[in-house]
């Protein structure tokens, strides 16, 4: 991501997977939601409404999270 500081509202994030593993993307918090899993070269959007807040967003395949696959985002 380019910021951790987004506006609330409809927000479109797109995964792209550059790696040579599966992927995905969890968003925790608020209405939550996540993509599809996704393989190298694929991508994939999730598209959600977020109030002001603080969310986290996750890799939940295997233990990529505890391997520092995640990212806290404000929204205001």
Do not use: K, Q, W
Request: charged share 15%.
């Amino acid at each position: 991501m380019s910021s951790t500081e987004i506006a609330a509202g409809e927000v479109t994030f797109e995964l792209r997977n550059d790696g040579g593993t599966s992927h995905d993307l969890v968003l925790e918090g608020g209405p939550g939601g996540s993509t599809a899993i996704i393989g190298p070269t694929e991508t994939a959007t999730l598209t959600v409404t977020l109030e002001p807040g603080t969310y986290v967003l996750y890799c939940s395949i295997g233990n990529h999270r505890a391997m520092g696959m995640e990212i806290e985002i404000t929204v205001s």
